[in-house]
């Protein structure tokens, strides 16, 4: 149940059909639980069966960066919710490497079909029958190092990322004259298992570069915490609900101040 400031409560999402990838963990578990305690019908994925998705959300497994994956699971969210209202996209990552010339083709396509395809692939199945009921919402989790790109252990991430943005909003301009609204959300740092994870490869990574702790380590985050999942949930919560309803086409950086507006 969403709280307001007033200290009331309202379940704005009730009747609400929502996907959301990368599910089980993290921003995309938070996203979850904020949009069940809206009051919507979730249904999340990830590649393997798990114990850790949210409680009151339907699960399927499913790999979202081949075609096949994605229309398995555009089948599943027709059988299961009746269709889709709300589309989060949240399946993302890379592994770091040593600069770009150090990353293999292989990893290059696998972060293409990763951070950006399984957006495109699974909008292409879902948003044309959003655009036919005239409703729907769909969000991309981008990241705030788009903004900054000076990031060689994760440039397929980052590279990937930004395709991903620009796609959003060209899919923004395409879906808004039939009620369609596509947004984007771009987390900074935020404090999951898999980010600090990923923290730490980085910083080995960085060092067989000669780069220097404090720089590999990132700049510092001006309102001085690391973010929490429900700090990009919130975000995500907003731009579904009708609060939001004039909204579209935009990229929400939600990273605590730590890189500058591009």
Do not use: C
């Not at 590649?47 to 229309?71: I, L, Q």
């Not at 609204?181 to 923290?199: C, I, S, Y």
């Not at 490869?201 to 590999?216: F, K, L, N, T």
């Amino acid at each position: 149940m969403t709280t307001l400031e007033n200290g009331s409560s309202t379940r704005e999402l009730a009747g609400k059909r929502a996907l959301v990838t990368g599910g089980s963990r993290g921003i995309g578990a938070a996203v979850v639980r904020q949009l069940l305690d809206a009051g919507a019908e979730v249904l999340t994925t990830a590649r393997s069966a798990t114990n850790t998705v949210p409680e009151g959300a339907a699960f399927v497994p499913a790999d979202v960066r081949t075609r096949a994956g994605a229309e398995a699971l555009a089948a599943a969210a027709r059988e299961k919710l009746g269709g889709v209202d709300i589309l989060v996209h949240n399946a993302g990552g890379a592994r770091p490497h040593e600069g770009s010339s150090a990353i293999p083709d292989e990893e290059w396509q696998d972060a293409l079909d990763l951070n950006y395809l399984a957006s495109v692939r699974l909008d292409s199945l879902l948003a044309p029958e959003m655009r036919e009921r005239r409703s729907g919402t769909i969000v991309h989790i981008s990241s705030a190092a788009v903004l900054t790109p000076e990031v060689p252990p994760f440039l397929h991430y980052v590279a990937a990322k930004a395709a991903l943005e620009t796609y959003s909003r060209g899919l923004a301009a395409e879906l808004a004259p039939f009620g369609v609204r596509v947004n984007a959300v771009a987390p900074g740092r935020v404090a999951t298992p898999g980010g600090e994870a990923t923290r730490e490869q980085w910083a080995e990574v960085a060092e067989r570069m000669g780069v220097a702790p404090d720089q590999s380590d990132g700049p510092t985050v001006p309102l001085g915490r690391d973010g929490h999942p429900d700090d990009i949930a919130n975000a995500v919560l907003f731009l579904v609900s009708s609060r939001a309803s004039w909204l579209t086409g935009r990229n929400l950086i939600v990273d605590g101040g730590e890189f500058p507006m591009g």
